[in-house]
């Protein structure tokens, strides 16, 4: 190792020099001649600055700030002028001995890292978050040319959920950096093949994926935490899905590919998660917050410093605190200004309306700011609209004009229309209307409902039909956890089939779904994989499943093609179809729902009816007419005479097999009979009139 002062030595660039500094902006800002480091900490009495060689173990500079000159407020400061800004810093924290200590949790002994770094060290998936540093980034260094936010309308919208590291790593994907932001670039023109507008991604922020210890009991492997819930820098991509994640140059590659994805039309939403830490409870490690200032980061029970747990992870982000709300809006604007993203959606986003205290808030001071918020004016804002202490806001989310809402009811209700089950049509009615029953009495329109079956959380597509229960054994908590009651049907046996009957029933159950979900007025949200028939073998919680079970099979036996081209079928028609695209409730004649049973105009409505009719038609929009059939036998349907068209054609019939299942619309043809239509068991279809 070099000697302290060698090391120094190649620290400095030109004239070395420590001064005041200032308060903001936050985090490390780089200058012409030097950096500005800016931190928050309203009880910390001491305060150090370290600073690293690029690589190195030990520090070659412990700058401990002095509180008359470095500090304004509750903001320490100071710019270093002559350091190289390929510099990893760090702080170092502690509170002499007065106040609560049961609110405080300063750790001296740590390296913490900066709330605001940009980017941290690290490159290795898998590889303890202990080990990682801030870096200083220059963020002018990447050419944008003329990229900005594409801002598509979310009526217009078609969200893809993917897991950035799932979707390339297996060995079929085909790309040549596997599970990184390069390998999901590569993968663009399948996304647009598919018809997507919007990639909406699983946590890219750094967390903590090695906080677990249990092992898969099959396999014996170390599991981890895949899906990315657990942060640890809220503005730093995470260097592990890099193909280079030193120096920053993380940074570089996710910028890249936004740019990419925008040149291809399509969207880039970041899943993003304000509601706790990888800190966990008392008995979790610190990285940041805790170490910086626990009791202004964390929601406590003040009597005892108990954490107070409202996101099921051990401790919740006191995100309506002044300082934290900041921390929030001032992360947000970053990934937009500086990454060019085009919308967040919230994890477990009803936390962001709760006090200081955990109580619920009629006006949430964080969720009016974003609302309101000039930079924000135009990104999409989506809420998972509950959280894990039983709040669920579906419909009544705060500042409702602003927020779309993932809705659960839709999911629920369409799996349980689908399967079956009695007294579902009314609902599924709602549903196809964009729920005006939750949306249209608070002012919102269709598109705030961001619809689907699936998500990243629950069961794949095909595991819906599959299994009757959860198989989550391979999660080493002997099956006790995710969610009991999946609204799923096997379709007749558990798991895998031979039987040539519940194969072809599941193939239909699987269109049926999709095709619901894609002529349902709101904002489509498709999961990955399940347009090729991804499976995840019943597990219904795949979080730390980082193989096989959670990873695309891109392989030509694990790929269902016929699937795929019914989702690319159906994908195109809806953007071709203002009439599914429908922006508003109000009824101002451009779009007309009429509802039919298997009479014209009588809807059956009652407990035991399993199916219904809607005719969709507008002036110079042509029709759409949806027979969903989730009886066990066939029924015929009368069919109304055609307004904005000569005759019905067919478009879709999940009862046939592919490629009979949908009709290119070049292809469409007058049915021979157009008074009457034989919709099969358990079949949804789609006559179009033009």
Known sequence: MAKPVERLTRLVRGEFQVSRGFPFPFGATPFADGVNFSIFTKHATEVALVLFLAGDEEPVLELPLDERCHRTGDIWHVLIRGVDTTVEYGYRMKRM??????????????????????????????????????????????????????????????????????????????????????????????????????????????????????????????????????????????????ASGWNGEQVREFKQMVKSMHAAGIEVILDVVFNHTAEGDDRGPTHSFRGIDNAVYYMMDRQ???????????????????????????????????????GFRFDLASILGRGQDGSVLANPPLLESLAHDPILSHTKLIAEAWDAAGLYQVGTFPAWSRWAEWNGKFRDDVRRFVRGDKGMVRALAARLMGSPDLYQTSNREPYHSINFVTCHDGFTLSDLVSYDRKHNERNGEDNRDGAGENFSWNCGEEGPTASAAIATLRRRQRKNLAALLLVSHGVPMILAGDELGRTQQGNNNAYCQ????????????????????????????????????????????????????????????????????????????????????????????????AMEGPEWARFVDTTYESPEDAVEERDLRPLAEQTHYRAGPRSVVILVAR
Request: charged residues 25%.
């Open 97 to 242: 001995a007065n106040g609560d200590e049961r609110l405080h949790r300063f750790a001296p002994q740590r390296l913490l890292l900066d709330p605001y770094a940009k980017a941290l060290t690290g490159g290795t998936w898998g590889r303890a978050a202990a080990s990682r540093r801030s870096l200083v980034v220059r963020d002018e260094e990447f050419d944008w040319e003329f990229d900005q936010p594409l801002n598509r309308p979310l009526a217009d919208s078609v969200i893809y959920e993917l897991h950035v590291r799932g979707f390339t790593r297996h060995p079929s994907s085909g790309v040549k950096l596997a599970g990184t932001f390069a390998g999901l670039t590569e993968k663009i023109p399948y996304l647009q093949e598919l018809g997507v507008t919007a990639v909406e991604l699983l946590p890219v922020n750094e967390f903590e994926e090695a906080d677990t210890d249990r092992v898969d009991p099959v396999s014996g492997d170390r599991l981890l935490n895949f899906w990315g819930y657990q942060p640890i820098g809220f503005f730093a991509p995470n260097s592990a899905y890099a």
């Open 546 to 641: 980082d193989n096989e079970i959670s990873w695309v099979d891109w392989r030509p036996e694990a790929r269902d093609e016929g699937m795929l081209r019914f989702f690319r079928l159906l994908i195109r028609f809806r953007r071709s179809n203002a009439l599914l695209r429908r922006a508003t409730f109000a009824h101002n004649g451009e779009i007309q729902i009429d509802w039919h049973g298997v009479e014209v105009g009588w809807p059956d409505w009652s407990h035991h009816s399993h199916s219904l009719a809607m005719q969709l038609s507008g002036p110079g929009l042509g029709e759409i007419y949806v027979i969903a059939n989730a009886y066990w036998e066939p029924l015929r349907f009368a069919l109304p005479k």
């Open 304 to 342: 005892t410093g108990q954490y107070l747990n409202y996101s099921g992870c051990g401790n919740t982000l006191n995100c309506n605190h002044p300082v934290v709300r900041e921390m929030i809006r001032h992360c947000l604007r970053y990934w937009v200004t500086e990454m060019h993203v085009d």
